[in-house]
């Protein structure tokens, strides 16, 4: 079965940081990866979208990175700002017999960007 | 920019009693899907829906759950006879096809508590 984890759960970090969230998958057998971030109380809002054939997508400051040997994927986030606060998201989509439809989710990262 | 709604926001209800979630998916959607997230956990995979029936679903989707396209606009999600398990935010989302290339895009959810 799979299962998605994001390291670290929590990040503080000063504004103007460039910072890095983890995410690991244990099975490779991925159609696609995205990312989405969540507001307190709030849906989620697609942020990437990478296809297991791509290695990375970037849209504005960020940039996301997919390793699907090694289960991994980045988001790194350039130049931080205090709006960017927020949990960050990723799930993987993964094969089935038919297809894929639904995404599996890590837990989490809660990024906290410090005026 | 069209996007996912869900209503209502916030739904209040007694153990043992029915509740239908309704949600707009985005119109030139074909793919319809339900997620929960209790508290302080990840978000889960319920069921996918295409061409009026359930695509997949996942182990928590049991008897007590349904979903209906009753109208060329609606996607309702029904919770039989509620358990106080069930209080968790509810998350619509669709997706303009099934693969690796589409995006699935979320509703804002509606939070149900179960008293």
């Known amino acids: 079965k799979q299962e998605v984890t994001q390291i670290p759960a929590a990040l503080s970090v000063p504004e103007g940081e460039n910072l890095v969230l983890n995410c690991s998958f244990t099975?490779?057998?991925?159609?696609?990866l995205q990312w989405f971030r969540q507001d307190p109380g709030k849906g989620l809002t697609s942020l990437l979208l990478i296809q297991s054939s791509q290695r990375e997508q970037t849209s504005g400051r960020l940039n996301a990175s997919l390793d699907k040997s090694s289960g991994r994927s980045t988001l790194y986030i350039a130049a931080s700002q205090p709006g960017d606060s927020a949990t960050y998201l990723c799930a993987a989509l993964m094969y089935s017999g038919g297809g894929a439809d639904g995404l599996t989710f890590g837990k989490g990262t809660h990024l906290i960007i410090q005026p | 920019e069209p996007e996912v709604t869900q209503t209502p926001s916030h739904q209040v209800t007694q153990m043992g009693q029915e509740v239908i979630l309704r949600c707009v998916p985005i119109s030139n959607h074909l793919y319809f899907y339900w997620y929960r997230q209790i508290l302080g956990q990840k978000v889960e995979f319920l069921v996918s829906f295409y061409n009026n029936e359930i695509s997949e679903k996942s182990e928590i989707f049991d008897d007590q759950f349904s979903v209906e396209r009753p109208d060329g606009s609606n996607f309702t999600l029904k919770i039989r006879s509620t358990k106080l398990e069930d209080s968790a935010m509810y998350f619509c989302a669709s997706s303009e096809n099934r693969g690796f290339e589409y995006e699935q895009y979320f509703g804002p959810g509606t939070r149900l508590t179960v008293t």
């Open positions: 099975d490779s057998a991925i159609y696609n």
